[in-house]
């Protein structure tokens, strides 16, 4: 059986402030946790009973594992291959679902802006199912980032506004960065401004009364779809 004190500081790990000062995280539930395995270094591993004391989760699983964070990796350029940018995506289903999304299109590095929900939240890490063992994720003051990365090469910025052209007939790169914007508030002006190529998921038919816009992993969802079928 696990101890007080140990049971106390698994506890704490929901915590970002904890997670960080321990330089670990914490995956859930069989499948994520040997999905993660050969990834990430596992620190602890819990079965049974003593998981299901320390769990997170409304219906525990009977596995719980802390892995270390990942090591930090550089950013690849946008010019070479497709990537995903989150401005300030806050809720942690939606950034774990993107993760998720990401991986099953083939995209292996996501840009997140210092104001998105922190990846390793355990809400984030169940979300991802597994997918976090295979997408970079770089948190980054992303406006400069972006900056940057276009001072090296040239590459379309996709972005997704109300105002933006058709996705459907609009011609999409199979690389690039594509942005994707706060749940309340789309894509920040700054971010905005290094938009190349604004794009719009078109409602049906157009004209009709409809919702305001898309849950952002729906439209992610929608846009990486479109452009990974171009290819």
């Known amino acids: 059986m696990i101890s007080k004190n140990q049971i106390k500081y698994l506890k704490s790990l929901e915590l970002k402030k904890f997670r ?3 330089g670990v995280f914490v995956a859930e539930g069989p499948k994520v946790v040997n999905d993660l395995k050969g990834h990430f270094e596992l620190v602890e591993l819990l079965e049974g009973e003593d998981a299901d004391r320390v769990s997170f989760l409304d219906t525990p699983q009977h596995v719980f594992a802390v892995f270390k964070k990942a090591a930090e990796v550089s950013i690849p350029s946008p010019h070479d291959e497709l990537m995903l940018a989150l401005d300030d995506v806050q809720n942690p289903g939606n950034l774990g679902t993107i993760i998720r999304l990401a991986d099953w299109f083939g995209i292996t590095h996501i840009l997140c802006s210092r104001g998105c929900a922190d990846v390793y939240n355990p809400k984030v890490v169940q979300a991802t199912m597994g997918a ?5 994720i770089h948190e980054t003051d992303l406006p400069q980032t972006i900056a940057n990365l276009q001072s090296g090469a040239e590459f379309p910025v996709y972005g997704t506004f109300l105002d933006g052209d058709n996705i459907y007939q609009s011609t999409l790169q199979p690389h690039g960065l594509i942005v994707m914007g706060n749940e309340g508030h789309g894509i920040s002006a700054e971010v905005a401004t290094l938009v190349s190529h604004r794009l719009l998921i078109p409602n049906y038919p157009q004209g009709r009364e409809t919702s305001e816009s898309l849950n952002v ?4 969802a929608i846009v990486c779809s479109e452009f990974r079928r171009r290819e």
């Open 20 to 22: 960080d000062q321990h």
């Open 132 to 136: 976090l063992a295979r997408v970079q």
């Open 217 to 220: 992993a729906i439209a992610t």
